[in-house]
Each structure stands twice: as C-alpha cells, then as structure tokens.
T-cell receptor, first 109, second 115 residues
Framework: GQNIDQPTEMTATEGAIVQINCTYQ??????LFWYQQHAGEAPTFLSY??LDGLEEKGRFSSFLSRSKGYSYLLLKELQMKDSASYLC??????????WGAGTKLIIKP | TAGITQAPTSQILAAGRSMTLRCTQD?????MYWYRQDLGLGLRLIHY???????GKGEVPDGYSVSRANTDDFPLTLASAVPSQTSVYFC??????????????FGPGTRLTVL
C-alpha cells in the first residue's frame, strides 16, 4: 500500500528553527509537495521537490532524498503565524497526490 | 481573481437527504478534485476530473457523484447522506497534464455535518 508518515505534533519556540520530517512509500514518484494549513482554512502550497537536494524559499526550505523516501521541511526564524499544520504529499505514478495526515506545529513565545 | 469558491460554507444535513456541494474556479484550470478531510487522516480524494467532460474515482468515491459539464464548475453530490460523510470537503484545481509540477490550489472548504 501507499503510505506517508509525519509526526502528529511538534512544539517549537518563536525565533528558533524546526525540522518536520516526512517519509513515504508510494507506487512511483513524481514529486513531493509541502502545504501549510492554518486551523479552519484551506491548504496552501509551500514547496515542490522532484530532484534530490535542498530547495530554499525565504525562511522555508525543503529537502528530498528519493533513495531514502524521505523529505523534510525546515522553518527558520519561527514566527507565531507559523503555527499551523504542515502537510506532506507525494505525486504517485498515476499523478495522484497521496497525502500524509499532517504535522501540527505549535509555536510558543 | 476569486480563485476557487465553494458553497455552502457549512451545512447540517439530515441523514437520507441529498445535497450538492458547489465548486467554481476562474483560473481556467483543466483538472479539478474533491477531497474530504477528517481529523487524524490525510486528505482523501473522492473524485477528480482531468478535463471538462471526464471524471474519475478517487480513493473514497462511494456515496458521492460528480459531473464536469464545463471547465469552471465541479459539483459534488451526496445522493443519500449518512453520518460517516460528516467531514470537511475541499475542492481543488490544477493546471493539469501529466508532466511537471502540478500544484493544486484549494477552495475554502465546506463543513458538512450529517445527523
């Protein structure tokens, strides 16, 4: 079967750095997405990785290792507004997105 | 532009009743999707449409039907609602095509409670 694993919840301090991990086992791979979802709102796109390595976009970076079936989202200089759920999703061989359950990130002052 | 709109925002529905959730996008995207999101579970695909006039079944299609008469609209119908269909429903769209990044953009969601 297809499986995406992420931690259920993480806590970090304002101004710090946090890394949210995602491991996957899917039938085929055509890229990995990270989305942010604030409580009661729609998911919004953060990043897309299809090649191994690190993609940096401002305070957010996303890393992919296809051989390990592993990705992480790195958030730097955390702000209170970063409190949200972070969803990992893999585009499988049929170009359908398989979603993880999401990681709820709690930022404390 | 509005992007993707959904209606209603929320609804309480008696079991056995039918209901159509509406979704409209103004981005001229080819592909559209319906997901449900339940606590502790990832987004699960109900139905999708790669282009106007075609639809396909996702992971959890039972009890739901869709149509795609034109590019902009993708309504989701529950023919006879059951309590297990209580969920938050998200519509999404993407440019479409089986190549490259195909980022999905989401509507604001419909919170449905079936009693």
């Amino acid at each position: 079967g297809q499986n995406i694993d992420q931690p259920t919840e993480m806590t970090a301090t304002e101004g710090a750095i946090v890394q949210i991990n995602c491991t996957y086992q899917t039938s085929g791979f055509n890229g990995l997405f990270w989305y942010q979802q604030h409580a009661g709102e729609a998911p919004t796109f953060l990043s897309y990785n299809v090649l191994d390595g690190l993609e940096e976009k401002g305070r957010f970076s996303s890393f992919l290792s296809r051989s390990k079936g592993y990705s992480y989202l790195l958030l730097k200089e955390l702000q209170m507004k970063d409190s949200a759920s972070y969803l990992c999703a893999v585009l499988d061989s049929n170009y359908q997105l398989i979603w993880g359950a999401g990681t709820k990130l709690i930022i404390k002052p | 532009t509005a992007g993707i709109t959904q209606a209603p925002t929320s609804q309480i529905l008696a079991a056995g009743r039918s209901m159509t959730l509406r979704c409209t996008q103004d981005m001229r995207h080819n592909a559209m999707y319906w997901y449900r999101q339940d606590l502790g579970l990832g987004l699960r695909l109900i139905h999708y449409s790669n282009t106007a006039g075609t639809t396909g079944k996702g992971e959890v299609p039972d009890g739901y039907s869709v149509s795609r008469a034109n590019t902009d609209d993708f309504p989701l119908t529950l023919a006879s609602a059951v309590p297990s269909q209580t969920s938050v429903y998200f519509c999404a769209s993407s440019v479409g095509g089986a190549s490259g990044t195909d980022t999905q953009y989401f509507g604001p969601g419909t919170r449905l409670t079936v009693l």
